[in-house]
């Protein structure tokens, strides 16, 4: 099942809001609105949005950069959601 039932059986079940987990490097500009248009319509705030960046301790300086790269684009995404962290 695709995004935006995710979104909505997680209304549905009872939740009033929603961490997300989705990978900015990975998804495309429709789906990061459609995430943003299901959560609006569905009135679930976007509380955080999960990163997983083991590579900043790793001991090739290059890996290290990559990965403070990508939370910089997961600090980036979780703004475009107005979402309150990154976890």
Known sequence: RGTAYGI?????????????FADPLDIDIRERVLIRT?????ALPIVS?????VGLIDFNP??????????KSY??????????NVL
Do not use: N, P
């Open 75 to 84: 600090l980036d995404f979780a703004f475009e959601l107005g979402a309150k």
């Open 49 to 53: 949005v999960a990163c997983v960046a």
């Open 8 to 20: 909505r059986m997680t209304k549905e079940i009872g939740f009033d809001s929603i961490d997300i």
């Open 38 to 42: 299901e959560c609006d319509k569905y």
């Open 62 to 71: 290059s890996v290290q950069r990559f990965h403070l790269s990508r939370c």
